[in-house]
C-alpha cells in the first residue's frame, strides 16, 4: 500500500494539482488585498463613504455600531455587506482567470495554426501509385 501511495504522489497530475492549490491561495490574497485596499475605497467614495463590509442586519434587535462591535457582543447577524465583498472577490478571480487562459489559448493556437498551414504528406501508398502512373504515362507516350 506504501508502494502505490509513493506512485500516486510521485504522479505528474498529483503535483501538478498541489503546485496549482498553492498558487490558488497566493492568488487569493492577492485578489483579496486589490478588492479590499485598492477597488472597494474608491466604490465606498463613489457611494457617499459606503464600506459594504459595515454592512449587516442585527437579527437580535439591539443596536450596535458597526458589524465589528456586534461581533464582540456575540449578536446574530446576517453580514450581507461581506457577501458583496465576496461577491466582488468573485468576480475579479473569474476575470482574471478568464484573460489568463484566453492568452495561454491564444499562445497555444500559433503551433497548431503553423501545423495546420503546412499540407501534410501523402501516404506512402498514394505517392507509390503516382509514381507507377507517370511511368505508365511515359511509356505510352
Known amino acids: 500500500m506504501l508502494q502505490e501511495f509513493k506512485a500516486f504522489i510521485a504522479r505528474g497530475n498529483v503535483i501538478d494539482l498541489a503546485v ?23 466604490i465606498g467614495v463613489l457611494l457617499g463613504g459606503v464600506d459594504f463590509s459595515n454592512y449587516y442586519i442585527n437579527l437580535s434587535g439591539t443596536h450596535y455600531d ?6 464582540e457582543a456575540g449578536a446574530a447577524t446576517i453580514n450581507y455587506g461581506v457577501f458583496i465583498n465576496a461577491i466582488i472577490n468573485f468576480l475579479i478571480i473569474a476575470f482574471a482567470v478568464f484573460l489568463l487562459v484566453k492568452q ?17 504528406a501523402p501516404p506512402r501508398s498514394e505517392v507509390l501509385l503516382e509514381e507507377i502512373r507517370d511511368t505508365l504515362r511515359s511509356q505510352r507516350g
Open 20 to 42: 496549482g492549490i498553492i498558487m490558488g491561495v497566493a492568488f487569493t490574497t492577492i485578489v483579496s488585498s486589490l478588492v479590499n485596499d485598492i477597488i472597494m475605497p474608491p
Open 66 to 71: 458597526s458589524l465589528a462591535a456586534a461581533k
Open 104 to 120: 495561454v489559448n491564444r499562445f497555444m493556437k500559433k503551433p497548431e495554426a503553423a501545423a495546420a498551414a503546412a499540407p501534410a
